[in-house]
């Protein structure tokens, strides 16, 4: 019963580190996403990705980057981190749009504090 | 693009009372869905209700039910006898149900306190 896993929870970086944040689902779902969260802002979605090996930029991509080489898998990295990408970090995952739409499943969030 | 708005950031409700949290959206589709999210201090993002839009009847889970109007565009979800456990922040979100738009779209929130 994982559903989405996110890995770390927790991370305190220095501005000008880089990290890669890990999202695993074992649903099987095609669909991927990454959010970022902030006070005020709501849900903000970074990068998602419809499909083993495709991605695709959301409403904030730039300062990160995303794979997806298998299915089950979507990275999120920070080549060098900011201070302005201190926030908490969702992934999620779906199937497809469409008849019996449950919308996302998500991760339990990564609190990432760029100092 | 679509757009929800949740235009109450903090709404608070006696315990046992009901509490109405409100959500529009801007859409030119006519079939699409509609999510509430509770998002407890535990960080973790949970289903409360969904909504499809084709369906004219309110969708309810047991204390929880929607007033969905379409032509207005309005889905608010309303929280019978209010528990403690209720406090948390709720989305709205929006999804079409169309391919090429596969994301959910978020309102920003509404802060829920629950007053013993």
């Known amino acids: 019963n994982a559903g989405v896993t996110q890995t770390p929870k927790f991370r305190v970086l220095k501005t000008g580190q880089s990290m890669t944040l890990l999202c695993a689902q074992d649903?099987?779902?095609?669909?991927m996403y990454w959010y970022r969260q902030d006070p005020g802002m709501g849900l903000r979605l970074i990068h998602y990705?419809?499909?083993?090996?495709?991605?695709a930029k959301g409403e904030v991509p730039d300062g990160y980057n995303v794979s997806r080489l298998k299915k089950q898998n979507f990275l999120l990295g920070l080549e060098s981190a900011a201070p302005s990408q201190t926030s908490v970090y969702f992934c999620?995952?779906?199937?497809?749009?469409?008849?019996?739409?449950?919308?996302?499943?998500f991760g339990s969030g990564t609190r990432l504090t760029v100092v | 693009a679509q757009t929800v708005t949740q235009s109450q950031p903090e709404m608070s409700v006696q315990e046992a009372e009901t509490v109405t949290l409100s959500c529009t959206y801007d859409?030119?589709?006519?079939?699409?869905?509609l999510f509430w999210y509770k998002q407890p201090p535990s960080r973790q993002m949970i289903l409360v209700i969904r909504?499809?839009?084709?369906?004219?009847q309110n969708a309810t889970e047991n204390r929880f039910s929607v007033n969905f109007q379409k032509a207005a565009k309005s889905f608010s979800l309303k929280i019978s006898d209010s528990q403690l456990g209720d406090a948390a922040m709720y989305f709205c979100?929006?999804?079409?149900?169309?391919?090429?738009?596969?994301?959910?779209?978020f309102g920003k929130g509404t802060k829920l306190t629950v007053n013993p």
């Open positions: 990705s419809v499909g083993e090996g495709t991605t």
């Open positions: 859409t030119s589709e006519s079939d699409y869905y």
């Open positions: 649903m099987n779902h095609e669909y």
């Open positions: 909504q499809e839009a084709y369906k004219q």
């Open positions: 999620a995952s779906s199937y497809s749009p469409g008849v019996g739409d449950y919308g996302y499943t």
């Open positions: 979100a929006y999804r079409s149900a169309y391919g090429g738009s596969e994301k959910l779209v």
